[in-house]
């Protein structure tokens, strides 16, 4: 056989050996993206005091975010605190029917000052200023109150949800924040759909310490950042994020979708992966199959819609039209 010939097939060889690794799932966030996209991190806690109470802290750390925060966000807080005192008594232990009245009383104070309860929120500061609360501030009001009158209440995390726990010395009660009302832990796992392996994997229904908390806090500021489309300062802050919990899928499903917006399709695909590792997320196939698609790995691409296909619920919106389109992409792939 002529030796240009051999070099041909050899050169052949080599780019479909290359072809095949880039499609295999990374496990390894590729240097030089890392080099283009990790921010300088700023010193936060010397910057801020993080042993404050935690509604002061989140307000300390949007403001050195660079996000809009007040005084009067502040003072809003402290007003907050001196009426919790004035009708919450404390002692050193409570019963279950005194756990469940502070409870309702805390409620009753953070619903005269919310005007709408929503889904989703921006900042902590905007939402005080506006009266817009999701289960993230309705609980971290909770938690700002108890830490300044030392209740023994405590977040927990679910899947897209937060709450906050009573871990009394002989009762523990499961509170729905955004409600108002003792829910149990069985109906949230049904609600979730959540299983004890998926508890353990991934900090769910757990009472978060404080280094925790503030995981939650910086990828909140990320995603508010990655809402207004300031994406490398959102990869900065969930990249924090994971770094203080590195059991948290959120940051992780995060920055899939940042990068997925960025257009940088491994990226996407390794924070689908690492996310997946933890807690399984539907909409996440649908991320790496488009991943999949972009580097030109068609049946890595194929299969993810497929996958992604089986999870499509029957109530949600449009359904047949988006079986439709994926089904043409499949097509097109093949």
């Known amino acids: 056989m002529p030796s240009k010939y051999v070099h041909l097939i050899c050169l052949y060889s080599l780019v479909c050996l290359l072809f095949v690794l880039a499609c295999q799932e990374s496990s390894k966030l590729p240097d030089e993206e890392v080099k283009k996209t990790e921010l300088k991190e700023r010193h936060f806690f010397e910057l801020v005091d993080s042993t ?3 509604g002061n802290v989140v307000l300390d750390v949007e403001s050195v975010s660079g996000l809009i925060v007040r005084p009067a966000e502040y003072e809003w807080l402290a007003d907050l605190l001196e009426e919790a005192d004035s009708v919450i008594v404390r002692q050193k232990q409570y019963t279950k029917k005194e756990a469940i009245s502070i409870l309702k009383q805390l409620d009753q104070l953070i619903r005269a000052r919310r005007t709408r309860q929503a889904t989703y929120h921006g900042s902590f500061a905007m939402c005080i200023r506006f009266g817009i609360f999701d289960c993230d501030i309705n609980s971290l ?6 830490e300044y009158l030392e209740l023994p209440i405590r977040p927990i995390l679910m899947p897209s949800h937060m709450a906050v726990l009573w871990q009394g010395v002989t009762d523990t009660i499961y509170w729905e924040t955004t409600e108002g009302r003792e ?12 299983d004890q ?3 353990e994997q991934a900090m769910l229904f757990r009472p978060l310490r404080r280094d925790q908390m503030l995981a939650v806090i910086f990828y909140n500021i990320g995603s508010t950042f990655a809402e207004t489309h ?16 590195k059991k948290w899928f959120k940051p992780y499903t995060g920055l899939a979708y940042v990068y997925q917006q960025k257009g940088l399709a491994e990226n996407a695909l390794y924070y689908s992966n690492q ?5 399984k997320q539907d909409d996440l196939l649908k991320v790496k199959a488009e991943a999949y698609e972009e580097l030109g790995c068609n049946t890595e691409a194929i299969e993810e819609y497929a996958a992604f296909l089986e999870t499509i619920p029957i109530y949600q919106y449009e359904r ?7 089904r043409e992409k499949m097509t097109h792939l093949e």
Do not use: G
């Open 230 to 245: 300031n994406y490398d300062l959102a990869i900065s802050y969930m990249r924090h994020a994971y770094q203080l919990e």
């Open 141 to 146: 009001l909770y938690l700002h109150i108890a």
């Open 52 to 54: 404050c109470l935690i």
């Open 183 to 194: 829910r149990s832990l069985s109906y949230y796992l049904q609600r979730f759909s959540i």
């Open 197 to 199: 392996q998926a508890m």
């Open 275 to 279: 996310s997946l590792r933890l807690l």
């Open 320 to 326: 047949e039209k988006t079986i439709r389109q994926i």
